[in-house]
């Protein structure tokens, strides 16, 4: 992991690696020591066990008087101790001791113990039920003051000593084994078993290192393509939006001038031709060419309100200079003169400074939304709202329209499918809803962050 490099910023292998190589790190100092361990528990168990043989055959039949009194014969004691010096085992054993079931002891090397009773230890109480019993290094009971006092490493042995004929265990016998050889044998078992352990987990953890960091470089190449194809989708979406942008800024542009050729061309020519009309009607006398005279006259009239109509819908205010609240409230006002029933406005945001091309999507919007208002829901309810959540510009023109909102799609007819190409091209969302307290909602969503 590079300086300064966080966790999160990580490789996957290098998370792997500091992770797992800190697991790997304590399970193998677990199973180092629990198999050095039952090493040593093995080794000084099988030594045990031969030297309480050994102890067992040459000492079980001097301690027989124990089955008839609570004390050996002094000739008894003389020959154990006899055969503790003299035999080869004598030259390991540094001290012995001689126990009853009830801690009593009846004989021992350090002759200033004999007749004291002791707290009977776990393992001086298991041997009494039969078992050898051993400890390595372990010379802090009381009555081993003497023993530890030597300072050397000693195995601790308890050898039950058993009544011939009827194998009952009489006695407890507990030497003290001088045990410098094992304790050299247990460290060297213990290193090499340390270094097994070490070595298999090294070499586990480092085909799974390999592992991972083979896996990591190709997510990692994977994750530089995707962020090189996002990069370029990014950029291209961004053109390809910017081109719808700058493309309904041109439409606009050209109906605005459709709009106004048409006020300035053919609406002229209609108003000419009606005043017109009246300088002829001077010249016909008859009443059929009077009637005919009234029907060309209505025809035009109607033609410029119809022109007019169009030349007001195409037509554009002044978007760039006036605030979205000014143009929605202007839009509102007009349309509320015309229609005769009453548009709300609300405008709950700060930022008046929104981008042309959202500008003017809302103020198209608005006008096909309260014209649809007014057409399928006779202009009852008809408000505008303008809010943002969640950083997502929202406009809703809404309505209280008995009319089925699916009814209304499907005769939606141009304006508001031209509409849902207008809001699509800036990333917006466009839909009409049914509102649960009756009418509907046109709502547009819009996130203005990504159209400048």
Request: net charge negative; glycine share 8%; hydrophobic share 45%.
């Amino acid at each position: 992991m590079g300086k300064g490099k966080s966790w999160a910023e990580a490789s996957l292998a290098w998370r792997f690696a500091t992770a797992g190589g800190l697991v790997m790190l304590i399970a193998a100092i677990v199973v180092a020591v629990w198999v050095s361990g039952r090493i040593e528990a093995v080794v000084v168990r099988n030594t045990a066990n031969s030297t309480a043989l050994f102890m067992e055959s040459f000492i079980a039949p001097l301690m027989q008087d124990l089955t008839k009194a609570n004390e050996l014969s002094r000739d008894s004691r003389l020959e154990i101790g006899r055969l503790i010096k003299e035999t080869a085992l004598g030259e390991r054993v540094v001290s012995f001791k001689l126990w009853r079931e009830d801690g009593l002891l009846v004989d021992a090397s350090n002759t200033e113990l004999v007749g004291q009773r002791f707290e009977v230890t776990e393992n001086l109480r298991l041997a009494w039920t039969g078992n050898v019993m051993a400890d390595f290094e372990d010379t802090q009971d009381p009555e081993d003051v003497a023993e530890d006092a030597l300072g050397l490493p000693l195995m601790e042995v308890y050898s039950p000593i058993r009544e011939i004929g009827t194998g009952r265990v009489i006695a407890v016998a507990e030497f003290y084994e001088i045990a410098t050889q094992l304790k050299s044998d247990l460290i060297q078992a213990r290193l090499a078993s340390w270094f097994a352990v070490a070595v298999l987990m090294a070499a586990i953890g480092g085909s799974l290192f390999i592992i991972v960091l083979r896996g990591s470089l190709t997510i990692d190449r994977q994750l530089a393509a995707l962020q090189e194809m996002s990069t370029k989708n990014l950029s291209l979406r961004r053109r390809v939006q910017g081109a719808a942008v700058r493309f309904s800024a041109m439409n606009d542009s050209a109906l605005q001038q459709i709009g106004t050729d048409l006020h300035d061309g053919p609406a002229q020519m209609m108003g000419y031709a009606a005043l017109r009309i009246d300088a002829v009607r001077r010249h016909i006398t008859g009443a059929q060419g009077q009637a005919e005279l009234d029907a060309v006259e209505q025809a035009i009239r109607s033609a410029m309100t119809e022109i007019r109509n169009m030349s007001r819908g195409l037509s554009l205010p002044d978007i760039d200079r006036k605030s979205i609240s000014a143009l929605l409230d202007a839009l509102a006002g007009s349309l509320s003169e015309r229609f005769e029933v009453p548009i709300a406005v609300f405008v709950e945001m700060d930022r008046e400074d929104l981008p042309r091309a959202i500008k003017l999507c809302l103020y198209r919007m608005a006008r096909e939304g309260l014209n649809n208002g007014w057409r399928h829901a006779d202009g009852r309810g008809l408000a505008l709202r303008l809010n943002v959540q969640d950083g997502q510009l929202v406009f809703s023109v809404l309505d209280e329209g008995e009319v089925a909102a699916s009814d209304l799609e499907a005769t939606e007819g141009l304006g508001l499918a031209g509409l849902r190409d207008r809001v699509e091209s800036l990333g917006g969302q466009l839909g009409l809803l049914r509102r649960p307290t009756g009418g509907h909602e046109l709502r547009m969503t819009l996130d203005i962050r990504e159209v400048e």
